[in-house]
């Protein structure tokens, strides 16, 4: 009797140690459980410019779709973008420049990542800078040209095609 006992607490709890591996494989292989999965994406430059962004493979090459909203009262003039990774090796060009923000408008500046295309899926932090001038009223019809910069990052996943 003991031995009968013995065999069904084995088998019972045998077969739900079983389902449970077969659960957590199912988890693991899904990539639940990547590092990649568990990575929050940002955008940060601060309250007063604030932004989103895309990072995407195209024609060969990973590009930046990052859009700016002005969160300032006054218009402001976008003079330079300046993103590379942290770890410095590749650097994000072709952002258009001297672009005018009106109070509440937003823009997308398109850029493209040197080096070769990011696998799918894959993680990249952006740090850089967000220069600019300010166009307030009371500096009358012109906008300064006194410049100022703004630094932050971004944390992106490679989005799939």
Known sequence: MKG???VEYLMTYGWALFALVL?????????????????????SFGTTIKC????FNSGGDTKMALSLYNAYP???????IDLQTVDGLQTVSGFDT???????????FDGT???????????????????FVSCAPELGPECSTVEHS????????????
């Open 52 to 55: 989103q962004f895309a990072l």
């Open 98 to 108: 001297d672009t005018d923000l009106e109070s509440g408008e937003s823009h997308q």
């Open 74 to 80: 006054y218009k402001v003039q976008i003079k330079h």
């Open 150 to 161: 703004i630094s932050g990052r971004i944390t992106a996943k490679v989005l799939p095609q």
């Open 23 to 43: 659960v957590v494989a199912a988890l693991f292989g899904s990539g639940l459980f990547s590092p990649n999965y568990l990575v929050a994406e940002e955008c």
């Open 4 to 6: 009968q006992a013995a």
């Open 113 to 131: 990542l040197s080096g070769p295309a990011l696998a799918e899926g894959s993680v990249k932090k952006f740090t850089g800078n967000i220069t």
